[in-house]
């Protein structure tokens, strides 16, 4: 059983900045890549943000510049650091994992609200 846990949302005026991470825990091997989506009411789930076991990331548009996806492979966590938020950001972020069998691992999401 594999648990990502996900910490660091909240509530934060339009240009501040947040710092979101995933720790996973249980029996696992190691995973391919890990990386952020998110869902604001009404939409469909997105990526944000995304990195690899050697450490290649990749982000969505409306990011770059602004979201910055990291690791520590050692404890098995995965960080965003989020800076210059916009309202639009306003979303349940989640943290995936894709492990080397292909299997998808999700967390349980973190609110993040960037007030205008």
């Known amino acids: 059983q594999v648990q990502l846990v996900e910490a660091g949302g909240g509530l934060v005026q339009a240009g501040g900045s947040l710092r979101l991470s995933c720790a996973a825990s249980g029996k696992f091997s190691s995973f391919r890549a890990m990386g952020w989506y998110r869902q604001a009411p009404g939409e469909q789930r997105e990526l944000v943000a995304i990195?690899?076991?050697?450490?290649?990331?990749n982000s969505a548009h409306s990011v770059k510049d602004r979201f910055t996806i990291s690791r520590d492979g050692a404890k098995n966590t995965v960080y965003l650091q989020m800076n210059s938020l916009k309202p639009e950001d306003t979303a349940v972020y989640y943290c995936?994992?894709?492990?080397?069998?292909?299997?998808?691992?999700w967390g349980q999401g973190t609110q993040v609200t960037v007030s205008s």
């Open positions: 995936a994992a894709t492990d080397v069998y292909g299997r998808a691992y």
């Open positions: 990195i690899t076991s050697g450490d290649n990331t």
